[in-house]
């Protein structure tokens, strides 16, 4: 739009202004008057479940059934007997291959504590006492858990206000969309912070899915009401760009934000301390050094803990000891068993960031011998598309050898040092020099595995891998990608060195599991490798060892409800042995995981509602119903009858020539007054009550013989009769 010929009006975005000296020209943007940046928007993606058991179960898995024990999984199969067609799990114990209907897959948890565990005896006493010795030590493990948290839950912490308008100004900064796990995180721990209930919160999230994001939202609403959050995190590097990350996200609003760590000189550090003391700093992001004693606050609300899995035994201490009456706000990638422990025995709340954000793409890793070719086409690659190269050598010793050898391989390349003997100042003017793209490699030890975020670097190669834990593996592959561009890892080994099993199964490991959100399977495999013992300690390494990792948690949150007064009864399994297809047929579900899944969900609907959701989920995914599994779906409404008045057991025998002239129905344990038993008796003319037993045999024609007619049946029982008088 011209409006004369000397000024002219065009209509854009910009992120920023900008000024000339030479025209006398200054330009301001949208976000300089207001402090708002236009959100980039991108697309929803599809939340995907890592830890589906049954989307990894394959033929040869270990798994241990809750009342026979430990079986290696055989397959499925489908099975027509005495008229019943259905579906049946084939699990192979140590007297036998057995077949188990696919209503019971609930009662299976994968076995996670070893290779190679030996296989129960199918109804031995031997398992009934390798769980009751676990079930005792679950119960130890509950009184210390239970013991440990009794402070908190009945401690008096502050119910945070609900947000404010600048809360929204400043969460309309974030220039992504939140994807679904993200938003329900975020709603869950303000939800905390609003509840008088000092809140306790671990947000599990992979590599890049946003838990920076959720802290950087609680932080803001504790300083909303006057209160002071500190976020402790465990390397100098990460304590650096989380407080770059912080100051820029605050910076139009009145938020104080310090840094703390041995990159902070002396004369800083002081007053840091001072301001935290009298209240003029409202975040403090720091090191270890948070956890001092002679770090006091004022008014502190909010402590979060970034890569708890990377603080020792003492740090935890020292967190525990601040935060009786203090929101807790726990972030990692890979927690470690104890605090998954803590998370699925309802000792501490839960929340699963499993969903990507849109532009992320699975990083293509490459695990093999040391090839100096290959090292000099991978960067050479990346300098092609103008990016950055880490190359992590741990051994400070010979680093700069390294450093000088892959200068003479690509001259091109400028290349750089970092490592943690370096001193401070030498060591942020190489970081801050790589960030501002001065060198295009940096040679490096494990110092960049935590939390470094810089888009530009999406080439990986790892040098001695072997050494590395598989936690360490997964958290170095995952500072690369984060810009949407294909990334690459490297994981090299030397040529003329045996690996260890050890070492052996963490490199094939982190090979096979690359797809984004594999950080928590990885998580349990490397539990599996280095033995459910070496982190959970060694009183508890038996009964984990001989159960399974997922058996041994659902025992401590049962031992857990009953330490906190609630008992959780024994689920009494329901027998259900009716005439009739009642399956998912290969046709209509094709693949075998996506068929066990759907299984297992069936089998953990607990109402009506549910079962309606999934039947529609099913039309939804795989299209209109075949015979078979709508036979399935009038089962599982049958077996929820049968659960919400008591009945174990539904029994339907055929008709047969010479024997009976009409199926027989048998169910049972009933309670059935006098006049029910006389209407029964006219609705049916041949029925009988066994008043010791509970058992009712009635004589019933085909049609009444189906799961839907014997659904109208029970209803009619339980509904409620009026006894006659006179």
């Excluded at 720091?286 to 609300?301: A, I, Y």
């Excluded at 803990?305 to 990692?332: P, W």
């Excluded at 293509?364 to 086409?377: I, M, R, S, W």
């Excluded at 024997?659 to 007054?673: A, E, I, M, Q």
Aim: some cysteine.
């Amino acid at each position: 739009l011209v409006l004369d010929s000397r000024l002219s009006v065009l209509e854009s975005s910009l992120p920023s202004g900008f000024s000339f000296d030479e025209p006398e020209i200054v330009v301001w943007s949208e976000s300089d008057l207001t402090g708002r940046r236009s959100q980039r928007r991108v697309a929803r993606t599809r939340a995907r479940n890592v830890d589906g058991f049954f989307d990894d179960l394959a033929v040869g898995s270990y798994v241990v059934h809750r009342q026979h024990g430990v079986a290696r999984f055989s397959g499925t199969t489908t099975r027509a007997i005495n008229g019943v067609t259905r579906d049946y799990l084939i699990l192979e114990f140590k007297d036998g291959r057995s077949y188990w209907p696919t209503e019971q897959i609930d009662a299976l948890t994968p076995y996670t504590g070893g290779d190679g565990p030996a296989l129960s005896r199918m109804g031995g006493a031997e398992w009934q006492k390798t769980r009751a010795k676990a079930r005792a030590a679950a119960f130890l493990v509950a009184q210390e858990l239970v013991d440990l948290y009794r402070l908190r839950t009945v401690a008096e912490g502050h119910a945070f206000s609900p947000d404010t308008a600048w809360q929204t100004e400043m969460e309309e900064l974030f220039p992504y969309t939140l994807t679904t796990d993200q938003a329900q995180a975020i709603r869950d721990v303000k939800a905390d912070m609003e509840s008088l209930r000092p809140m306790d919160r671990l947000v599990c999230a992979d590599v890049g899915f946003g838990k920076t994001e959720v802290a950087l939202r609680a932080a803001f609403k504790a300083v909303q009401d006057n209160y002071q959050a500190a976020i402790l995190v465990p390397t100098t590097l990460l304590a650096s760009q989380h407080f770059a990350t912080f100051s820029e996200r605050f910076a139009g609003f009145p938020v104080k934000v310090a840094l703390l760590s041995r990159f902070v000189d002396d004369v800083e550090t002081k007053a840091t301390l001072e301001g935290l003391a009298d209240g003029t700093i409202d975040v403090v992001i720091g090191t270890h050094r948070l956890l001092g004693d002679v770090v006091s606050f004022k008014k502190l609300g909010l402590l979060v803990v970034d890569e708890e899995q990377r603080f020792g035994v003492n740090h935890k201490e020292a967190i525990k000891s601040r935060s009786v009456d203090v929101d807790v706000l726990t972030l990692s990638a890979s927690p470690i068993p104890r605090t998954l422990e803590m998370a699925f025995t309802g000792i501490r709340d839960l929340s699963m960031i499993t969903t990507p954000p849109a532009d992320r793409r699975p990083i293509l890793t490459h695990v093999g011998e040391y090839n100096e070719p290959a090292v000099v086409e991978a960067i050479r690659r990346e300098l092609l598309r103008e990016g950055q190269v880490f190359f992590v050598h741990n051994r400070v010793t010979d680093i700069d050898q390294v450093a000088r050898r892959l200068g003479q391989l690509v001259p091109d390349a400028r290349v750089a040092i970092a490592h943690g003997q370096m001193d401070e100042g030498t060591l942020e003017r190489v970081m801050v020099d790589f960030w501002e793209r001065r060198f295009d490699v940096l040679v490096c030890t494990t110092i960049v595995e935590s939390g470094i975020d810089l888009p530009s670097v999406n080439t990986l190669i790892v040098d001695r891998a072997e050494r590395l834990g598989l936690g360490q593996l997964h958290q170095l592959r995952g500072r690369v990608g984060r810009s949407g561009q294909r990334a690459y890892a490297y994981l090299f080994h030397p040529a003329d060195q045996v690996l260890s099993e050890t070492a052996y199964e963490r490199l094939r490991t982190i090979g096979d599991n690359t797809a984004l959100g594999s950080g928590f399977k990885i998580a349990m495999r490397d539990l599996e490798i280095r033995g459910a013992g070496n982190l959970l300690g060694h009183d508890q390494s038996g009964p984990v060892a001989a159960v399974g990792y997922d058996l041994y948690v659902q025992l401590v949150a049962e031992a857990v409800a009953d330490a906190k007064g609630f008992h959780v009864p024994e689920v009494t399994p329901i027998n259900l042995d009716i005439p009739g297809e009642a399956h998912l047929p290969k046709s209509y579900v094709e693949a075998d995981d996506a068929r066990l899944e759907a299984y297992r969900r069936l089998a953990g609907v607990t109402s009506i509602d549910e079962l309606e959701d999934l039947r529609r989920e099913w039309i939804d995914r795989y299209g209109a119903l075949p015979a078979p599994a709508r036979g399935l779906l009038e089962l599982a409404q049958l077996r929820l009858i049968c659960l919400d008045i008591g009945v174990s057991s539904v029994v339907v025998l055929p008709a047969r020539v010479g024997v009976r002239s009409k199926p027989v129905l048998r169910l049972g344990p009933l309670d059935l007054s006098f006049s029910q038993q006389i209407r029964l008796r006219r609705s049916y003319g041949s029925s009988a009550y066994n008043e010791s037993t509970k058992e009712l045999r009635i004589d019933v024609s085909p049609n009444d013989a189906s799961p839907i007619a014997i659904v109208s049946l029970l209803d009619e029982l339980r509904a409620p009769t009026t006894e006659a008088t006179g």
